[in-house]
């Protein structure tokens, strides 16, 4: 098969509570259409698998269709159908990953399996078309933090992660000890607007170096305090609460993401994961690039949480590399970070 330099392919994302596809023409996105069932999940304070499944089956086929619509593309002149395989719910996986075998082997076209990982680290290609590897990616979402080297496309080499909570997973449980809806990071976020940094709680790993992150600690200080404060009837505030834990979240993702970038001798720091959504850490990744005259590269914020745009875009990847996945491929509920 003769590879293009700029195929169309048809992204699929199905890994949690969003139903997700996009178009891209080469790294150009064409269309970027999401069912959400968020809203069901949040009555139940967290995802609910079995519903997901349910959500992602019925919502598959429009999602498609709709992004083929607005991308002004016939499924005929597609190239390839590149769709997440893991990490991510099973159930969830097998719907989008089912519905993309058919399609590809419908059209006789290749089928791309994306390791959603991978997905996030791609979503700064849709950003800026140009860019190119080397660079030093943060890596922070709900399932894995992570600072990575880049070294080609397809190659990176992780310098340091979470020894144990993912910094989104952390933003859910203190949501949810501050009595804030779930999915809990824009609320976490948009709290701390209105606090102070006043609530003094730990430094992840202080006086170690290296790009280890622990979340753990951290969590259970906020839970600690808050509980310590109710069962003592003593006033406190919610908003400064939220302040206080936003900051010491994510101050050292900047600073470690930088650090990584200086030691490696790259310009340009880029960011991925539904975290890499929040303003604060954005703003404080800007000022940390601008310190050193560092390159910042972020996706927009639609591109840091789950989306079929960041799968079509690590598929551009896997088909310029000539990877392309059997009819037999299976979904993984766990991926390792490599």
């Known amino acids: 098969m003769e590879l293009k330099e700029n195929p169309i ?20 996105l064409l269309s970027d259409e999401i069912i959400s069932s968020a809203t069901v999940q949040a009555q139940y304070g967290g995802v609910v698998p079995e519903i997901a499944s349910r959500a992602h089956t019925d919502a598959v086929d429009e999602v498609v269709a709709r992004a083929l619509a607005s991308a002004n593309v016939k499924k005929e ?34 089928l791309i399996g994306v390791d959603h990982i991978r997905g996030h680290l791609a979503a700064c290609y849709l950003e800026e078309e140009t860019l190119k590897p080397p660079f030093v990616t943060l890596l922070a979402s709900g399932g894995h933090t ?13 310098l340091g992660s979470t020894r144990d909570d993912a910094a989104g ?6 949501a949810r000890v501050l009595s804030l ?6 609320f976490v976020e948009k709290l701390a607007r209105e606090g102070n940094d006043t609530v003094v709680l730990p430094k992840m790993l202080k006086g170690q170096g290296g790009y280890d992150f622990s ?8 839970v600690n305090f ?25 101050d050292i993702l900047a600073q470690k993401a930088v650090e990584g970038a200086l030691e490696k001798g790259v310009d340009t720091v880029t960011a991925g994961g539904g975290v890499v959504a929040n303003g604060y850490l954005r703003e404080k990744l800007a000022k940390e690039c601008a310190k050193y005259r560092l390159k910042l590269v972020l996706p927009e914020r639609r591109h840091c949480t789950d989306n ?12 310029r590399a000539g990877n392309f996945a059997p009819l037999s491929l299976n979904a993984k509920a766990s991926i390792p970070l490599r």
């Open 308 to 319: 079929a745009a960041m799968i079509a875009a690590e598929g551009l990847v896997q088909y």
């Open 169 to 174: 997973e952390a933003f859910d449980k203190v």
């Open 215 to 222: 979340y753990s600690g951290l969590k259970t200080a906020v």
């Open 181 to 186: 809806p779930y999915p809990g990071g824009p």
């Open 77 to 110: 002149e597609l190239d390839a159908v590149a769709v997440t395989y893991g990490a991510g719910l099973l159930g969830a996986l097998l719907v989008g990953l089912s519905f993309a075998k058919g399609f590809a082997y419908g059209l006789q076209i290749p």
């Open 226 to 250: 808050v509980h310590t404060k109710e069962q003592k009837g003593e006033p406190w505030n919610r908003a400064d609460v939220a302040c206080s834990f936003q900051k010491a979240a994510l």
């Open 146 to 158: 992570a600072v990575i080297y880049v070294k080609t496309e397809t190659e990176f080499e992780v």
């Open 9 to 28: 392919i048809l992204g699929i994302e199905s890994s949690c509570d969003e139903t997700a596809a996009a178009v891209i023409c080469g790294r150009r």
